[in-house]
C-alpha cells in the first residue's frame, strides 16, 4: 500500500481523537470509532460517511487491506497507516484487528425506527452490555424488524463494542437512544405501535400473541428485567414459554427468540379468532368507524 | 449476619483460591468460581456441591443476604464475610456485586449430553465471548435442549463470565469441553445424532429440516463461523433465514433461534413429506430389520 501518510506518533490528532470515541465517547457526539474489517467494509458498502481509516502497518500490504484502501478511493475517504505501537493506542480491543475508522453517527429519529408500516420496534431498556445491545440490532435487522431503541442509561449504542456487535446492520436499521424509557414508549404508542412488554408472569405466550400489526417489543436488561413502571405502561405482557426451572434469558436471545417469531407470523396471512397480544387497551380505537 | 469467620487480608488461602479461578483457572480445575446472587441461590437451589460462599461486609446485613447465608447453614455450606478491599481481590467482576461462591464443576461426559433421547445437543465451536457461551447454555436449556458441547479451543465454559451467562442452567444441563471439534461430531454421531451445521449457503431453512429427531446444531464462532473442515463433517447445513445484506448473526442469538425452531417442531405431531435435514448420509441404518 503505497503512498498513504503515515502516523508515526500518539500526539497525532487524529490519534487523540479516536482514542477519545473509543474509551469515553460522549454519547451525543456525532463521530463513532468503527474497528474491524468486517464492519469498515460494511460501512463502504452501505455509503456511510467515513472521515478516515488507519491500517496498522503489521497488515497495510496484505491484499484485503489494499482492496479495502482502493474502496476508500473511490469513496473518497483519506487512508492512513500507523506504526503498530502507535494503532495499538487508537484500537480499544484487546485484540487489534488492524483497522479502524472514523465515522459518523447516523441521523435517525424515534419516528423513523416504526416504518415502514407495520413498524416491528426492538426496545431495550437499560441494558448495560454493549455486545448485546449491538447482538440485538443485528438480529431485529435480520429478522425484519424496522427499528432498535437503546432506552434509559444503558449502553452506548455508537460506542465501538456496540457497533462491532450489530455490524452493517448500524447502517441499515434506524437505531436511536432515547434517555427516558416512558418517553420513547409514549412516543411509540403515538405513532401507533401496540407495546408488548417480555414478562415471565402474567403474559401471553409469544405463539399466541399476534405479533403481525405495528409492534414495539420492550425488552429489560440483563439482571432486573424491566422496571415495573415501564411493564405496567405496555399494553400487553409477553412471555418466552421455557422448560421449568429457568426464569429469564439473556436479553439478546430473548430478542432473537421473539424477532423471529415475529418474522414467522408475518410471512403468513391473518387467522381469525387469534389472541390479540394487547390491543384490549385500545379496543375501542379498532372499531370501524359506523358509515 | 453474626458469627461468621472474617477474612481480614488478602493473604488468606481461600483468597488466593479463588483469585486464581477468576482470573487464571486451568479447563481441568474441578473447582469453579461464582459470582453474583443469582447464580450463588441458583446453584444451592439445585444442591450444587459448594466448598465456601463468601460475603462482603458491605451487603452482609442485607435480608437477601442472611437469607442466602441461612440456605447455606442447611446445606453445610461454610459462609465467611469478608472486608470490602478484600472482597473486592476477591471478585473478578469490574462491578462486585457482594456474594461469591467457591463450588465443584458438574461432572458430565459426551454421552450425557444426548439424552434424554431425542438429544438436541448444541456444539459451540471456538466461540470465544464466555458471555456468549453461557447464554447458548442458558436458552439451550429454555428451549427443551438436551446439553451443550464447548468444541474448541474457545472460552472455558466454566470460568467465571460464562457461569454468570449460564445462570442456574449450569448445574441442570450437561456442559463439556472437546478441544478437538471433530472428535466432539464424530462422538455424538456415535451416539445416534444427526449433525446440522448452521451455515449461510447450500442450506436448508430451518423451517424447512426436520429438527424433532436427535440432532446435535454446530455453531461457529463469532468472527469466522464453521471451519470448512468441521461444516465438511455435517450431515447436512441449515440456514437462520435472514433479510438481505445480513450475513450472519451472533452466535448466541443464532443459537437461540434454531433451539426455539427446534422447540416448536417437537410440540408437534410428524408430518410425512417433510424434508429431512441431514438424515441421507446415514439412511441405510435407518431401515428397520427385515424380521
Not at 474491524?36 to 484485503?64: I, M, N, Q
Not at 454493549?130 to 432498535?148: C, E, F, K, S, W
Not at 405502561?233 to 434469558?249: F, K
Request: charged content about 20%.
Amino acid at each position: 500500500m503505497p503512498d498513504r501518510p503515515v502516523i508515526r506518533n500518539r500526539q497525532h490528532a487524529l490519534v487523540d481523537r479516536l482514542r477519545q470515541l473509543g474509551r469515553k465517547r460522549t454519547a451525543d457526539d456525532p463521530a463513532v470509532l468503527l474497528d474491524g474489517w468486517h464492519l469498515v467494509a460494511d460501512a463502504l458498502a452501505a455509503a456511510a460517511r467515513l472521515d478516515a481509516v488507519v491500517f496498522s502497518t503489521e497488515v497495510a500490504e496484505r491484499p484485503e487491506a489494499c482492496a479495502l484502501a482502493r474502496a476508500c478511493d473511490a469513496a473518497a475517504v483519506p487512508v492512513f497507516v500507523a506504526r503498530p505501537s502507535v494503532f495499538e493506542a487508537i484500537s480499544p480491543s484487546a485484540a487489534p484487528s488492524g483497522v479502524v475508522a472514523m465515522g459518523r453517527r447516523p441521523e435517525w429519529t424515534l419516528a423513523h425506527t416504526a416504518v415502514p408500516v407495520p413498524g416491528l420496534v426492538f426496545v431495550a431498556v437499560e441494558v448495560q452490555d454493549p455486545g448485546n445491545l449491538g447482538a440485538i440490532v443485528r438480529v431485529a435487522d435480520a429478522a425484519g424488524g424496522t427499528g432498535v431503541v437503546a432506552a434509559g442509561s444503558g449502553a452506548d449504542p455508537f460506542g465501538w463494542k456496540a457497533l462491532r456487535g450489530a455490524m452493517g446492520s448500524v447502517f441499515r436499521l434506524p437505531v436511536v437512544r432515547v434517555p427516558r424509557p416512558g418517553v420513547a414508549i409514549a412516543g411509540l404508542r403515538v405513532t401507533g405501535l401496540r407495546v408488548l412488554a417480555a414478562a415471565a408472569r402474567d403474559a401471553v405466550p409469544i405463539e399466541e400473541a399476534d405479533l403481525r400489526g405495528p409492534v414495539a417489543i420492550v425488552l429489560g436488561n440483563e439482571g432486573a428485567g424491566l422496571p415495573p413502571e415501564v411493564a405496567a405502561e405496555a399494553d400487553a405482557r409477553l412471555a418466552i414459554p421455557m422448560r421449568p426451572g429457568v426464569d429469564s434469558l439473556n436479553v439478546a436471545t430473548a430478542a432473537a427468540v421473539i424477532a423471529y417469531e415475529a418474522r414467522r407470523q408475518r410471512k403468513r396471512p391473518a387467522e381469525p379468532g387469534r389472541r390479540s397480544g394487547g390491543a384490549d387497551r385500545h379496543a375501542t380505537t379498532m372499531t370501524p368507524p359506523a358509515d
